[in-house]
């Protein structure tokens, strides 16, 4: 994709009847798409952007944080459609455990008490997580034809019909098992275009930190979900799961109230020919005037490489398995990044964190799940300066490093000590040994939340060129759907079969995350999404990524060859 927008610099003369560079490719058109408002401006981006007789983008000026909170503001409103899914995570798992719910959707033992079997229970998690792979993939074209906003309140949309029809049920566990699959396809439209959009709209040195206000929504949403569930567990009627999932609702009804105040992606504008809503959309996010030069640089640098993507045709699904452009390579570290998030077994936790804390010993596992809750919240604030002070890949090496320990530990003292009496005397349990699995569950959802939570998002949502950013997100997106459905829905098997040894699983999992971040992941920190594209196209080796300079600043002594090659044996470059 081309980096410098196609525009030959004009003199005085032709600047005073075109009052700014031609963006069109065709000798044909006589004026630019884009005006401005006076002469100035013209000669000042002449003057400083023309190169060799082309026009290379404005920087955007870099501001304290205090000029973001803006865009900082409307960036969270639009990641409240993690909060939602959040909620989801946070109100199921105390529902499968709550009275009422078993009564009516569980199955009834010989003594009279009611239970949940075991592919009820994974079935009633984990097919949430289908719909949501499937809604992700389905929705993927309505952003490129509609915009983001009005897609996500499409997908919304969806999430309440599902939510009724849930709420709805009165003893048929497949009446909502449904509404489960119905909400599931909403979620999973709003899980690719809420960190797309932001990822658009978000100037980039704060991207990072503004996409992972999307994972910080999540957590809030898990942490008030199990807050409710708390709240509602001494009910021993319907008030125990109906309040919670009448109140998700009121958040899908705020979703779609947040969508008339923030502002459309530039980069759809722009591909629709609405270039005067682009430039405002930019210079709101960076809160600048629309007259303001690099406003109307950054519209002209976009513009010349969406004409660029126009020129090669529309995208279809056969071109991300296309290895030219390293498209392919982009689809399955995005698929890899994805799946290994959930492999790290936060979900472990989360779904089945009261269950879990039952079995070592605690008399009620809601307390924990709020406990788990507000670490997994306030953990992910340092997340919000982490992921932009020391990168993306930094963030993931060193959270699967601390992951890895906390597992060690944590399953260990499980299999060794939690059962004195062995587990077949599970009513016997050490209450130290539990205390230290609970603490290095919480070192654990600390090291997750700060690292791997926001920034596999974070990874996807730069990662694609705009052509096939949607798809591409879509289907990386999916596999963490998939693979949350497989654990939510196998675990319990597992579990049952291997009580804690599962944490040597989750183990492996992140010893194979670490080597595969470090050799097929690259830093992305403080690039555009352009420069991010041009990085991947010039086969930039990840482990010499944050060396990598934009082709607009690079110097004499700059060797980009260097960059893409390493003589040095594999063990030597970890090193």
Known sequence: MNQEPVAEVQDPQQQNNNLTPSLSQSNSETHSVLSAPSQKNDDDEAKEFADNG???????????????????????????????????????????????????????????????????????????????????????????????????????VVYIIGLIISIASIDKWYQYFIGRIISGLGVGGIAVYSPLLISEVSPKHVRGT???????????????????????????????????????FAWALFMIAAMFFVPESPRFLIEIGQFEEAKKSIARSNKLTVDDPSVIAEVEFLNAGIEAERAAGSASWGELFNPEGKILHRVIMGIMVQTLQQLTGANYFFFYGTTIFAAVGLNDGFETSV????????????????????????????????????????????????????????????????????????????????????????????????????????????????????????????????????GYVFMGCLCFSWVYVFFFIPETKGLSLEEVNTMWEEGVLPWKSSEWVPPNKRGADYDADALAHDDKPWYKRML
Not at 409 to 427: I, N, Q, R, Y
């Open 54 to 156: 082309e026009v290379a983008p404005a920087e955007m000026p870099k501001k304290p944080a205090s000029a973001y909170i803006t865009v900082s503001i409307l960036c969270l409103m639009i990641a409240f459609g993690g909060y939602v899914y959040g909620w989801d995570i946070g109100t199921i798992s105390g529902f499968v455990n709550e009275t009422d719910y078993l009564k009516r959707f569980g199955q009834k033992r010989k003594d009279g008490t009611y239970y949940l079997s075991k592919v009820r229970t994974g079935l009633l998690l984990g097919i949430f997580s289908i719909g949501c792979a499937i809604g992700g993939l389905a929705w993927s074209r309505l952003g490129d034809i509609y915009g983001r906003r009005k897609a996500l309140v499409f997908v919304t």
């Open 210 to 248: 503004l996409v992972s206000c999307y994972q910080l929504m999540i957590t809030l949403g898990i942490f008030l979900g199990y807050c409710t569930n708390y709240g509602t567990r001494n009910y021993d009627n319907s008030v125990q799961w109906r309040v919670p999932l009448g109140l998700g």
């Open 371 to 502: 406990v788990i809750g507000i670490v997994n919240f306030a953990s992910t604030f340092p997340a919000l300066y982490l992921t932009e002070r020391f990168g993306r890949r930094t963030c993931l090496l060193w959270g699967a490093a601390g992951m890895i320990c906390c597992f060690v530990v944590f399953a260990s003292v499980g299999v060794t000590k939690l059962w004195p009496e062995g587990p077949d005397h599970k009513d016997i349990s050490s209450k130290g040994a539990g205390n230290c699995m609970i603490c290095f569950t919480c070192f654990f959802i600390f090291c997750f939340a700060t690292t791997w939570a926001p920034c596999a998002y974070v990874i996807v949502s730069e990662s694609f060129p705009l052509r096939i950013k949607a798809k591409g997100m879509s289907l990386a997106i999916a596999a963490n759907w998939i693979w949350n459905f497989l654990l939510g829905f196998f675990t319990p098997f597992i579990t049952g079969a291997i009580n804690f040894y599962y």
